[in-house]
């Protein structure tokens, strides 16, 4: 019996959508995109608090194939990413294939019928002949379990599900995490709350932002010579690449930048503070890049604001009116903010259940066998499986540079099965541990293991230490390897390896 779909994505933010668009140029147009949330555009749907902007400059931020001249900053505001995400699901006639408000249960695959069958929360089972996770890295909020926060009296918001109608005005807040979601909310809620406590565990390595309008002139340059905003993504990306291959996966042999990196920060830090006392517990104390660093010329400074606090002594429980810490003192407040950020390694690798060849389950799996994926986007036993939030698959510092890879690695993955007149295909097991091998020995020379990052609390890090979320290579080679790998690094057809 044939399956309902040629495919079914699960995720309909720009990987999701990016899996879609290749679908649909690979002639698979029969494919359902299935969304948890209410809409389209995934991070950039979820997140709306105030002062959310790109910390990659859009021109960067967004796919090559389909550039948008009108970015109103060289760094655009989330909302713009949102409404960036509804142009490309209407131009590339996405969304007539989505369904919101749809949660994915799990998927096993049907040896038998070599499908998948996909299980929706409402009882549903859907069947498809390919399945593409695209759920994202940062997708599973977190809230820690403090002991008390059930009590708490006033209002919780974590910074996923903001209430935009929420007044801060004259609120006495406290934000909870210093990351880089934190660091954009910060200077936002100072301006309304009449007090602000900021909760730091670690602090984060802040650069200055280069940030300014993008002058309607030029949003009309790019518009009708698109060779002009092409140039501009070219030197931006490349000065990106440049941070990331050297300043953080050739750490071994190219410490003086990452310590330059790290020294401008410090002097940014310095310019921006006072008090000296406060500067110091800014400061980090493990090497720049060991998490991800982030840009703002507004932080800081908050700092110096007479009604912001910066308590750096732990939390040891919520009271219904305040916070209490480990030294017994208690921060009164009404407002309690979570910029905790998400849990990646215990429920979205993989962020549903994934049952594949001989009942191999794929959380499990990984947990038990080091997290691992081919290339970053497959993995053996899960025949006619992408998983686009794989391990070692982020490459670059722009998810778009990742997901194009991704687009790219299908197109020739899928071109070679048909064109074997085949409709099933699965990595091999000789192929995914050749290429575990390989990041992991590159890994070595990286800022993760060279460097001190044993204080960082980093999420590139999974809970057996390794750091398996980036993958060690330049974009470049990435997106060569996407085009070049050996296709009989997979199997084709009905005897799967
Ligand atoms: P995050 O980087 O994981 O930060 C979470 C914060 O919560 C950290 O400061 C963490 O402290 C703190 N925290 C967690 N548990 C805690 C506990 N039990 N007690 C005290 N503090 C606790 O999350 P995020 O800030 O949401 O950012 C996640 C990622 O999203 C970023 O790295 C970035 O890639 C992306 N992001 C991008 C943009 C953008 O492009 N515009 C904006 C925001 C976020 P520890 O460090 O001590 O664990």
Request: hydrophobic residues 40%.
């Amino acid at each position: 019996m044939a399956p309902q779909y040629d495919a079914i994505v699960v995720g309909a933010g720009f990987g999701g959508m990016g899996a879609g668009i290749e679908l649909d140029r690979l002639g698979l147009s029969n494919f359902l995109i299935l969304e948890r949330e209410d809409d389209l555009g995934g991070t950039w749907h979820v997140n709306h608090y105030p002062g959310l902007a790109v910390d990659i400059a859009s021109v960067t931020y967004s796919y090559s194939f389909e550039p948008n001249p009108y970015w109103s900053r060289l760094f655009a505001p989330g909302s713009e990413l949102k409404k960036y995400a509804e142009h490309v699901a209407d131009k590339y006639d996405l969304r007539r294939r989505m369904r919101f408000d749809t949660t994915v249960g799990g998927a096993r695959w049907d040896e038998e019928r070599r499908h998948w069958v996909v299980s929706v929360q409402n009882g549903e089972s859907l069947t498809a002949r390919y399945l593409m996770a695209a759920t994202g890295f940062l997708s599973q909020p977190y809230t820690p379990p403090f002991p008390g926060i059930d009590t708490f009296a006033g209002k919780i918001i974590h910074t996923t599900a903001w209430e935009d109608d929420f007044d801060l005005t004259g609120t006495r807040a406290a934000i909870i995490g210093t990351g880089a979601t934190a660091v954009q909310l910060i200077p936002e809620v100072a301006e309304k709350a009449r007090a602000l406590t900021v909760f730091q565990r670690t602090p984060i390595w802040v650069v200055p932002k280069i940030d300014a309008p993008i002058p309607p002139a030029v949003q009309h340059l790019f518009a009708r010579v698109p060779l002009t905003q092409k140039a501009a993504r070219l030197v931006n990306t490349a000065a990106l690449e440049a941070l990331m291959v050297v300043g953080v996966l050739h750490f071994k042999q190219a410490k003086p930048l990452n310590k330059a990196a790290g020294i401008l920060a410090k002097a940014h830090l310095r310019t921006q503070v006072r008090d000296k006392e406060t500067r110091e517990k800014l400061t980090p104390d493990y090497d720049f890049g060991c998490k991800r660093p982030t840009f703002s010329n507004l932080y800081f400074k908050t700092f110096n604001e007479p009604h912001v606090r910066l308590e750096t002594n732990s939390i040891d429980r919520i009271e219904p009116d305040g916070i209490v810490t480990a030294d017994g003192r208690k921060t009164e407040i009404d407002t309690l903010i979570l910029a905790t950020g998400f849990n990646l390694w215990d429920v979205n690798f993989p962020a549903i259940e994934i049952i594949g060849r001989d009942g191999r389950n794929l959380g499990k799996f990984w947990r038990d066998n080091r997290f691992q994926a081919y290339e970053g986007i497959t993995v053996p036993k899960f025949p006619n499986f992408i998983s686009l939030n794989s391990p070692y698959s982020y490459s670059g510092l722009s998810y778009f540079t990742t997901i194009e890879a991704q687009m790219k690695h299908m197109a020739r993955l899928f071109g070679e099965m048909f064109r074997r007149g085949e409709q099933v295909f699965e990595v091999t097991e000789h192929a995914n541990a050749e290429f575990l091998d390989r990041v992991t020995d590159r890994l070595g020379s990286s800022v993760f293991y060279g460097g001190q990052c044993s204080s960082a609390r980093s999420y590139y890090f999974n809970q057996h230490g390794e750091a398996a979320l980036l993958r060690p290579t330049s974009t470049l080679n990435a997106h060569r390897e996407a085009v070049t790998f050996p296709l009989d690094d997979y199997t084709y057809g009905v005897e799967s390896a």
